[in-house]
């Protein structure tokens, strides 16, 4: 069985501070790394993806990578209000999309 | 882009009646997925499908849900007879590759209660 773990928070963080959130996962041969963001009551949507070892930033999100250590983790630069949310993180083992497992979420609230 | 459409956007129904779920994926993508998502168990693949064709139904919970996908532009999934337990919100999503590989777009979700 194919595991994604987050710790489903909730999670506070001051407005303007960095959220860290973290997610680990069972399949060493895992390739492909998605951070999705979900309001209440809406559906996610994709921030982030990442392939390979290290980091990958795009404007206040920087994902990171390490593949060793089966670790993911999605950092909010400069936390917002809006920026609260679940963040979901979804994990691709190959074999076809059932290959695609998600975790549960973390709650995230950014606190003003 | 209009984006994965699904509707209804809610469903209130009492047990043992049918359930019809609706999704049009988004123009070009030939995967559609369905999914469902509840506190405890969070997002849950039920079915998938690869150029109109059902690769794998073995997250469907049992023989009471059926998927159909007739053409590139409409899935349904079906729920005959719906119990309370089935409630839930179910999301159908779509992307351009079979693999997982690839982000998925979702639908606003169909939220389903069964009394």
């Known amino acids: 069985q194919k595991e994604v773990e987050q710790n489903s928070g909730p999670l506070s963080v001051p407005e303007g501070a960095i959220a860290s959130l973290n997610c680990t996962y069972s399949d060493r041969g895992s390739q492909s790394f998605f951070w999705y963001r979900q309001y209440s009551g809406k559906s996610p949507e994709l921030i982030m993806f990442?392939?390979?070892?290290g980091d990958k930033e795009d404007g206040r999100f920087t994902a990171q990578l390490n593949k060793a250590s089966q670790y993911v983790s999605l950092l909010i630069r400069d936390s917002q209000p809006s920026d609260s949310a679940t963040y979901l993180c979804?994990?691709?083992?190959?074999?076809?999309?059932?290959?695609?497992?998600f975790g549960k979420g973390t709650h995230l609230i950014i606190q003003p | 882009d209009a984006g994965v459409i699904q509707s209804p956007r809610h469903e209130v129904t009492e047990m043992g009646q049918e359930v019809t779920l609706r999704c049009k994926p988004i123009s070009g993508h030939n995967s559609l997925f369905w999914y469902r998502q509840t506190m405890m168990r969070g997002l849950e693949l039920l079915i998938y499908f690869n150029n109109n064709v059902p690769i794998d139904d073995s997250g469907m919970p049992e023989d009471r849900f059926s998927a159909k996908m007739p053409n590139a532009s409409f899935s349904t999934l079906k729920i005959q007879p719906s119990e309370p337990r089935d409630s839930a919100v179910y999301f159908c999503a779509s992307t351009f590759t079979a693999g997982g590989n690839s982000p998925l777009h979702f639908g606003n979700g169909t939220r389903l209660t069964v009394t």
């Open positions: 979804a994990v691709y083992s190959g074999g076809g999309a059932d290959g695609l497992t």
């Open positions: 990442i392939y390979s070892n």
